[in-house]
């Protein structure tokens, strides 16, 4: 739809930018932080580890300086289990509710909104060691600490997310590092997981709305609306199938606390059934998110594939890269679309067709938690960093935002990822997102400088004219 008028952004609109403890903090082990999966997890010998990261955990106040000076309103981080409660369901470490309490603090002293994620990718190491989601006493473990953090910041707090990504969990743990090896049926164990993490998500969210009333919360899935590759019915259906399994699987069940029918279907005709106990229905249908927060980068596309297709898509595929499967659909790449350098499709038309799919289908408030483009930058000899392209990349998106506000989607937020340069999940600090320029090489720490990029005074810009000088 093409409207005469335009609509504008809200005046109290959450302009902002995103990061994760365990890609942008370092202080892997510092101030009895325990380990995560992500300190011990093997990384390959071209990417660095995350040990250092862009060491958030000692430049915080500079950091959020600079976030300020870009005009942020809102700034989304994760809170690292590991600081909290280093072995995952022992004793709290005083230190790590006293590094985030600094954190909130510094937030608040420069009138930025903390939105807090409560798990992104990185499970105490010692929760791993007894099975990781697989053991429903990790879930259980999970919401103890989910009580700590309403205990120590219920209070100042006011928007949470549950889980970021559980989709991405499910569906490429392999290439998030996130994936239980010692499963026997390693794709029936994913969806015993996905059952045990759905359960503890719903249960934290009653928890937070009974112990901070005014607080919200809310999922934190990867969407992307699913294209039929041509008109051809069957590559719809294909395509309806991927955003069963893909998208509307995690969110159907956070808002109306049931398995989406075409989603089960497909478990129960392969045999990946999770087991769910007496009472989990009730606790999934009891819980209600305020809004809905979710990570775009890209649609997918979907062809028809039958149970004896070979090939079904690419054999190495990561968040924004589908895998296929056969009897289910085929990935393909769009034809309308270019790719990053990192082979990934840009589509900005796709982000307001992801929004309007997501607000038509839950009527909820939206928040975008990331959105952005991973690139190679380049630090010139006299200190800028020209990231033209990531400038026409958000600018594109934003643009696609405002319609989809004039469509009646209700977004009350834009947190792109990211807010400085981190380490990837899987490409090392090569493939670089921030909007600050964070000085160190995948291996030579240097000084750690921030830079601020030509995408930050630009960013700047747009957050001074409320998104509209772009
Ligand atoms: C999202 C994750 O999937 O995408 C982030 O929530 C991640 O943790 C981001 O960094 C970009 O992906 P990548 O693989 O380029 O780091």
């Known amino acids: 739809m093409e409207y005469k008028q335009t609509k504008k952004f809200p005046d109290d609109f959450f302009w902002g930018g995103s990061t994760s403890a365990y890609q942008v903090e370092g202080a892997y082990a510092e101030d009895g932080k325990g380990l995560s999966v992500q300190d011990t997890k093997k990384v390959t010998d071209s990417t660095t580890d995350f040990k250092v990261a862009s060491d958030h955990y000692h430049h915080y106040k500079e950091d959020i300086a600079l976030f300020a000076e870009m005009g942020f309103k809102a700034y989304r981080f994760s809170i690292a289990w590991t600081r909290i409660i280093p072995d995952g ?3 709290v470490n005083p230190k790590g509710i006293e590094f985030y309490q600094k954190l909130i603090d510094e937030c608040r002293a420069n009138q930025i909104e903390p939105i807090v994620t ?54 490429h743990g392999a290439a998030i590092g996130t994936t239980n090896s010692k499963a026997t049926n390693v794709k029936k164990d994913l969806y015993q997981q996905n059952h045990y993490m759905l359960v503890a998500q719903a249960k934290v969210m009653k928890l937070c709305h009974e112990m901070c009333p005014n607080a919200k919360i809310g999922p934190a899935p990867n969407i992307s609306e699913v294209y039929p590759a041509t008109a051809d019915p069957k590559d719809f259906i294909a395509a309806q199938n991927l955003n069963a399994i893909r ?27 999770p087991e769910i106990e007496e009472g989990d229905m009730e606790i999934l249908k009891e819980a209600k998110p305020d809004f809905i927060a979710f990570n775009y980068y890209n649609t997918s596309t979907a062809a028809y594939s039958s149970l004896d297709d070979q090939v079904v898509g690419p054999t190495d595929g990561d968040q924004q890269i589908e895998l296929g499967e056969k009897g289910v659909y085929k990935a393909v790449y769009n034809p309308y679309l270019k790719r990053t350098n990192f082979n990934w499709e840009i589509d900005p038309v796709g982000f307001r067709a992801t929004l309007r799919s997501v607000y038509e289908r839950y009527a909820l408030p939206i928040i975008i938690t990331e959105d ?99």
């Open 118 to 171: 409560m798990f992104h990718f990185d499970l105490p190491d010692a929760l791993q060691k007894k099975g990781g989601w697989s053991n429903k006493e990790v879930a259980n473990a999970f919401v103890r600490y989910a009580e700590v953090l309403f205990t120590s910041f219920g209070d100042q707090v006011n928007y949470w997310l549950t889980i970021n990504e559980q989709n991405m969990m499910i569906l």
């Open 372 to 470: 952005g483009l991973g690139e190679f930058d380049q630090l010139e000899a006299d200190g800028t960093v020209n990231d033209h392209y990531r400038i026409d990349y958000l600018r594109d998106e934003i643009r696609e935002m405002k319609h989809a506000i004039a469509d009646g989607v209700k977004v009350f937020g834009f947190c792109p990822w990211s807010a400085i340069d981190l380490v990837s999940t899987h490409s090392g600090v090569k493939k670089r997102y921030g909007f600050v320029y964070v000085d160190r090489d995948e291996f030579d720490l240097k000084e750690l400088k921030r830079i601020r990029k030509n995408s930050f005074f630009w960013y700047q810009q747009v957050i001074n004219s409320n998104g509209e000088n772009l």
């Open 89 to 91: 369901d022992g004793e």
């Open 247 to 273: 998208n509307w699987l995690y969110l159907d069940i956070a808002v109306y606390g049931r398995y989406n029918p075409i989603a089960w279907s497909y478990l129960e005709d392969r045999d990946l059934l």
